[in-house]
């Protein structure tokens, strides 16, 4: 078996268990190959009992892992964080309640009324990549992105799997998931579906082979592969897309984008599973409440504890390359999608804008798209 194609069938399934035990609200085991492990929990899914029983299975308190732009949302960020790393920081809970502890992750509640001591950052170490990947993993269960985290005794681990039947999972795996999952997108099936704007439209549905989320191309027409081919990048938008909302412009920009294809010879659409900017529904609600109390939707996402923009562009590469195509027309304002193509070895030969008149709700979120993301007018 070809190296890549073990790599998936070991990672991929591995780590889609951990995403389904963390959703669940189960402890899962983190380690790395140096036997450094750790007993986690999302803070999402943790009430007092799961709090308690995580305290009894690993027999010393947990502490919050919390994004730094977490952090900086509830006014923590002049403390010094124990891990010198930009994207993770530690807490010791100190007798906390779980509520204050969940009220800490949740961008939702106020957590001011909470009193965080400078004394509440840890003194104890705590591995780096663990955590790291800790939060990773719950940004992958598209969950609130904190985790509580309990460093295990070296040698533990095994036993405290077999005692509590916990899940075991190598940081490694968590980290390289993504990019792993893209690389083992297989065609898996395709349709001639008639769209009212492009009646001569191919669905083609993309999965990885050991499981994984799944991706889809709209083949538009019949594009010719010698020639630079008319592209959009699609990430999945529920609320626009199916909807309707008038909250973005992603509604206008796919039926948009098929027409255009259809009277322009022809194009490929992809549909990204990456709603929200990549931090899943349930999130874009959240970012959505606190845009709705003033934020943009830059600094939204920050409150919630996630990047700007979480999105990945390797599924698209190898999508299109799968299908015949490596050289471009980007119908997109967002240079970043021109970027990271780019990078991914497709050739961009041309940037075409794809813009639309705001609708009356989404002339800030327009704005801000520009202000903030570097989008072309
Ligand atoms: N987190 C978050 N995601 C949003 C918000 N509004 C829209 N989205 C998501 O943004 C993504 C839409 O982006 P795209 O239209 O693909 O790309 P873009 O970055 O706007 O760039 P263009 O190619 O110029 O359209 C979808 O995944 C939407 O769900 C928001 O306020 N918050
Ligand atoms: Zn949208």
């Not at 099936?189 to 799944?214: C, H, M, W, Y």
């Not at 990204?272 to 939204?300: C, F, H, M, P, W």
């Not at 991914?344 to 801000?368: A, K, W």
């Amino acid at each position: 078996m070809p190296a890549l194609e073990e790599n998936a069938a070991r990672i991929l399934p591995a780590v889609e268990r951990a995403i389904a035990e963390l959703r669940r609200g189960a402890a899962v085991i983190i380690r790395r190959p140096d036997g450094q492990a750790a007993l986690i929990q999302a803070s999402e899914t943790a009430s007092t009992e799961i709090h308690n029983n995580l305290k009894h299975i690993a027999q010393a308190e947990p502490c919050l892992l919390l994004t730094a732009r977490r952090a900086a949302a509830i006014g923590i960020k002049e403390a010094k964080p124990l891990i010198t790393t930009t994207e993770v920081i530690a807490f010791a809970l100190d007798g906390m309640s779980s509520e204050a502890v969940s009220y800490l992750a949740d961008p939702v509640h106020d957590p001011l009324g909470i009193n965080l001591r400078h004394d509440n950052f840890l003194t104890t170490d705590v591995p780096e990549i663990l955590a790291r990947s800790s939060v990773l993993l719950t940004k992958l269960a598209c969950l609130l992105p904190a985790a509580l985290f309990v460093s295990l005794p070296d040698g533990a681990a095994e036993d405290l799997s077999k005692a509590h039947n916990l899940l075991t999972v190598n940081a490694d795996d968590i980290t390289g998931y993504r990019s792993t999952a893209a690389y083992s997108l297989k065609k898996v099936a395709s349709a001639q579906i008639p769209l009212d704007t492009a009646e001569n439209t191919t669905v083609v549905a993309f999965r990885p082979k050991d499981g994984g989320v799944e991706h889809l191309a709209l083949v538009i027409g019949d594009p010719d592969p010698k020639l630079p081919v008319l592209v959009r990048l699609h990430s999945e938008c529920f609320t626009g897309d199916l909807l309707g909302s008038l909250r973005c412009d992603c509604g206008d920009q796919l039926r948009g984008a098929i027409k255009l294809m259809n009277e322009n010879g022809g194009g490929i659409l992809l549909y990204l599973s990456q709603e929200g900017r990549g931090i899943g529904l349930v999130n874009k609600l959240r970012a959505y409440e606190l845009q709705d109390r003033g934020a943009d939707t830059s600094d939204a996402n920050e409150l919630v504890g996630f990047d700007p923009d979480e999105r990945i562009y390797v599924p698209a590469a190898e999508m299109l390359r799968q299908l015949g195509f490596d050289d471009v027309r980007l119908l997109t304002n967002n240079p970043e999608k021109v970027s990271a193509l780019i990078q991914c070895g497709i050739d961009v030969s041309q940037t075409v804008p794809h813009h639309f008149p705001s609708n009356g709700h989404n002339e800030f979120y327009l704005q801000t798209k520009a202000t903030r993301f570097g989008h072309t007018l």
